[in-house]
């Protein structure tokens, strides 16, 4: 049996597709907590569906570029594989570096070099799912700890914690803005984040007020940033 | 007693919820293996995972300590099992606390947090599940397509921006050292060294900003 056959087996789908089930309990048990814990908190319906449809509209965006990647690993993985890696945690760029880091290691050029032996195959699966469990695993024996400490922190200091928060906020997404905003070599990208920026600041600005257009003020700034790149990048070439 | 009750449950769900994930991650290549009679070595598979699994957990973990106050756990919990939590599971819990106006690190922007996190997994598993039957191929073509492809490879920066900006203005007193000093900072140590360490880097600057943001409060400039 080639590895492909094997990676394209109804039994695979069905592991695969299985899985991806499995693991979408989670959002659906949660969901139901927090609409009841919301409830009990004297959040309004309309309020909490916001929340969701919100988060759903501006999630499509960022999901695009995911389907493309799928393409890129089904050469080498089959059908199923990348489709249950890619619905979890993981990332093409992942996948394809741990997956021919396991190829190496038994002698393969790499993944895409013809055909894997079915054991090496099985190799590969196991190795590319266990590399990248670190987060959750973490999250299982030690986040309710964490968040019992930050919790002690938070309580006697109520006035603090909004400060604190939104430090930690700027100090995250600064971090992750620097790059991009020195990335004088490529201008589309220097365009991306200023213009999608500026747009979010005006739109907000608009939306006092407006509910239905603060719900998208999010996912609207960022496509008129990624058009704005569109546009640098044209007018260089 | 409401209160911890809530919050010992969120633990509950996410810890056996994530087991459950885990387990049925590994059942994949462990069942497919079984079923067709291909031999595993176990002590093998084990000797390679290791070093890949302690260099991903390493930047993993920085990174759940740095989302954890902001999103909450029972956020993190789901972003964690799903994946892209900074280009996607954190902005959408940001966002659907900005709408509703509730401040990260209440219950309230907990809720909401955990309920556009739970929204965005539904979002790209059926994306992705699309794209699998049949929607790969045909939106191939729009993102390679000349003129619109500079739009996703700089839709992070967009994202980031549209997410920035607006907290930006909204508190300019504190932004001014976590924006400030990683700009320092790549122009000190290198982009390539900055971007291969960002994680670690990352939470340098949240703690540095948390202080920063500490001495305004105490001196009364803010707050």
Redesign the interface.
Known sequence: MTHLKLANSPLMAVLCGLTILIVLLQPVIFMAAAFKRGKELNMTKEEMKEAARSSAIFSIIPSLPIIVSYLLLVPALGRYFPWLRLSVVGSAVYETMVANMAAEAFGLESITAGEIPVDVFVFILFVVTIGILGGNIFNVFFLKSYDKKVESLKSGNAALVPVITTAMFLGMYGTMAAPHLTNFSSLPAVAAILVAGVTAIGVNKLAAGRKKLKEFAFPLSMLVGMFASCIVNAMIV | M?ERS??D???T???L??????V??????????M??H????IP???Q???P???T???S??C????????IG??A???A?????V???K???????M???GH??????AD??A????????????A??????LF???I??PV??NP??Q??????????????????????PK??IV??I???I???VVG?SF??SN?SY??VG??????L???G??KKKI??
């Open positions: 409401k809530f919050h449950r969120i633990h769900i996410g810890r919820t994530v087991i459950c994930a885990l049925s991650f590994m059942a994949v290549p462990f069942v497919l293996a079923v067709n291909i031999p595993m070595n093998q598979i084990l390679n995972a290791f890949i699994l302690l991903f957990s390493i993993g973990i990174e759940n300590l740095s989302f954890m106050p902001i756990s029972g993190l919990y789901m964690c099992v799903t994946g892209n900074s280009n996607m954190v902005p959408a819990a940001v966002n659907a900005e709408v509703a401040a990260p690190g209440s219950e309230k809720v909401v955990m309920i556009a996190v739970a929204a965005s997994t539904f979002v790209t598993t994306i992705v599940f699309l794209g699998m929607l790969a191929p939106f191939a993102y390679n003129f619109l500079p739009a996703f490879q700089n839709m992070v920066p967009a994202l980031i921006g549209a997410l920035l900006f607006p907290y930006i203005l909204k508190a504190q932004a976590p924006i000093l990683p700009v900072l790549i122009f982009r900055f971007s960002q880097i990352m600057v949240i703690v540095l900003s948390a920063y943001s500490y305004l409060f803010i707050g």
